[in-house]
């Protein structure tokens, strides 16, 4: 059974820092792995997807990185800017098509 | 091009009622997937639909039903109403390649937020 966990539940960073968001899964046989992003009260915006055969993905400021071997991916957000503040979820997907999302990482850039 | 749309935006019921959310894909996307968000929680899978059939589902009691449609747009229905089940319930569509492996690359909607007193 999948279970997707997210460190930090909770940060708290100066504007213009570099920081890492982390995400780990039990089950290896991934079929991809999903970041999300979460405004308070909103819907999901699909950030970065990276499939079991890749390794990392990159989308402006934003990269994810997928480690199979270890369960683990990483969300990097590069000169964090106060209009990144949201929740960021990760999401792993099995080949049955079913999401399996960790619980987020609420995150405040301060001005 | 619309994204995902949901309805009703918020709703309030009472324990014992019945709701209905409703559901229309992306143009384009064939599936849907309904999940429960609790505060503080992430999205938990409730069911998937494909060719108007439950194609999987999370482990939510059968008071929580579905339906899809042939334009394949879908229905969330919930009995006896618990003040459990107060939550976002959001919606997302995805397009299922002939293999039956999903696209995997969700589009959700902005959710219908239910409160149950």
């Known amino acids: 059974k999948q279970e997707v966990t997210q460190i930090p539940a909770a940060l708290s960073v100066p504007e213009g820092e570099n920081l890492v968001l982390n995400c780990s899964f039990t089950?290896?046989?991934?079929?991809?792995l999903q970041w999300f992003r979460q405004d308070p009260g909103k819907g999901l915006t699909s950030l970065l997807l990276?499939?079991?055969?890749?390794r990392e993905q990159t989308s402006g400021r934003l990269n994810a990185s997928l480690d199979k071997s270890s369960g683990r991916s990483t969300l990097y957000i590069a000169a964090s800017q106060p209009g990144d503040s949201a929740t960021y979820l990760c999401?792993?997907?099995?080949?049955?098509?079913?999401?399996?999302f960790g619980k987020g990482t609420r995150l405040h850039i301060l001005p | 091009d619309a994204g995902v749309t949901q309805s009703p935006t918020h709703l309030i019921k009472t324990r014992g009622q019945q709701v209905t959310l409703r559901c229309s894909p992306k143009?384009?996307?064939?599936?849907v997937s309904w999940y429960q968000q609790a505060l503080g929680q992430g999205p938990q899978f409730i069911f998937q639909?494909?060719?108007?059939?439950?194609?999987q589902r999370g482990n939510f009691p059968d008071r929580f039903s579905g339906h899809q449609f042939p334009n394949y747009s879908s229905e969330l229905n919930v009995n006896a109403l618990l003040l459990g089940d107060s939550a976002l319930y959001l919606c997302?569509?995805?397009?299922?390649?002939?293999?039956?492996?999903?696209?995997?690359?969700?589009?959700f909607g902005a959710g219908s937020r239910l409160t149950v007193l």
């Open positions: 997302a569509s995805s397009l299922t390649f002939w293999t039956g492996a999903g696209a995997n690359v969700l589009t």
């Open positions: 999401a792993g997907g099995n080949r049955d098509d079913k999401i399996i």
């Open positions: 089950d290896s046989a991934i079929y991809n």
């Open positions: 639909y494909y060719e108007e059939e439950e194609r």
């Open positions: 143009s384009g996307h064939d599936t």
């Open positions: 990276i499939q079991s055969s890749q």
